[in-house]
Every structure is written in structure tokens, then in C-alpha cells.
């Protein structure tokens, strides 16, 4: 079983800045690769972010690619998504994802096991 807990939403005005964190328990989570979505109301969940189990592999969605960082700290058992630059269009819940196995593309949502609650983020304008 795992359990992710995401931090650190927030208003924030347009072209500022947020980090999120998320905090995995169990095991296996150095061995886990991670990603983060968003869902904004009355639409459908979707990629923003993954890392692979390392580190060495990160893939963004093109909307925040340039703008969006994703890491991890293995050995605090953390994940991380900096966010910069926000636009309004960024405002939705972001939640946190573990892909357990391993299967599975990493920007689909269907490759994630475990998911936390949700952070909410909103960027004015």
C-alpha cells in the first residue's frame, strides 16, 4: 500500500511561482517512478509531469514544458514539481501519482496505482 500526501498549493498572481511536494509513504518508492496531473472543473484529469524511479527521466506536457520541473529526492522520500511562470490556465487540483510496477506510459493516467488527495492551485489574472 502507498500513500501520497501533496503540499504546497496556493493563490499565486500570474507569472509567479509554486512548488509542490509529495510526500510517498512505503518501500518501494525509491524504486517507484512518480508524476503529477492536473484537473481543472469539469474536465478530464491530465499529464503535467513524470520521473522515473532515478531521477534520470522526466517527461512535461508541451503546455509546461519550459516552465514546469519535476524532481525527486530519494533519499527524504520526496517529489517535487516547481512550478514557474504561472498562467491562469494552470489553475486546477494537482495530484500526485505512483506507478508501482513501473508499466505503462508515463503520461497516462491509467499507468498510476496510487493517488493523493489533491493540492488546488489558482493563478489570477
Known amino acids: 500500500q502507498v500513500e501520497l500526501v501533496e503540499s504546497g498549493g496556493g493563490l499565486v498572481q500570474a507569472g509567479g511561482s509554486l512548488r509542490l511536494s509529495c510526500a510517498p509513504s512505503?518501500?518501494?518508492?525509491?524504486?517507484?517512478?512518480m508524476g503529477w496531473f492536473q484537473q481543472a472543473p469539469g474536465k478530464e484529469r491530465v499529464f503535467v509531469a513524470a520521473i522515473g524511479w532515478s531521477g534520470g527521466e522526466t517527461y512535461y506536457a508541451d503546455s509546461v514544458k519550459g516552465r514546469f520541473t519535476i524532481s525527486r529526492d530519494n533519499a527524504k522520500k520526496m517529489v517535487y514539481l516547481q512550478m514557474n511562470s504561472l498562467k491562469p490556465e494552470d489553475t486546477a487540483v494537482y495530484y500526485c501519482?505512483?506507478?508501482?510496477?513501473?508499466?505503462?506510459?508515463?503520461?497516462?493516467?491509467?499507468?498510476?496505482?496510487?493517488w493523493g488527495q489533491g493540492t488546488q492551485v489558482t493563478v489570477s489574472s
Open positions: 501519482a505512483a506507478n508501482i510496477n513501473g508499466l505503462g506510459p508515463p503520461r497516462s493516467v491509467s499507468s498510476y496505482e496510487y
Open positions: 512505503g518501500r518501494t518508492f525509491s524504486r517507484t517512478a
